[in-house]
């Protein structure tokens, strides 16, 4: 029997967009090969994923574990301080 993908996340920012499956398949363009090469590394451990200007990202795995690239000296900060904590950022 064929199962149908139903779309569990997506992320757009200007031209590029994201779009993850809930089979854990994703299909992405205008999205960095900075960011691209570890998603495909990743990719059934993808739980969420955001994308900024200026090939900014946040993507956070199934194991808690992020990875981000942020320009704003605040939020980098937020972010590495939480990095320290057993939760997880959403």
């Known amino acids: 029997m064929n ?3 139903h779309v569990a996340h997506v992320a757009f920012c200007d031209s590029s967009y994201f779009v993850r499956f809930d089979d854990n398949s994703w299909s992405s363009r205008g999205v960095p090969n900075v960011l691209t090469n570890p998603l495909e590394k990743n990719k059934s451990d993808i739980e969420f ?3 900024g200007s200026n090939e900014q990202y946040f993507y956070r795995l199934a ?3 992020f990875v981000y ?3 704003d000296n605040y939020i980098n900060e937020l972010l590495r301080n939480s990095t320290l904590r057993p939760h997880k950022v959403f």
Do not use: Q, V
């Open 69 to 71: 690239k942020i320009h």
């Open 49 to 51: 994923l955001a994308l």
């Open 3 to 5: 199962r149908s993908r």
């Open 63 to 65: 194991n808690g574990k």
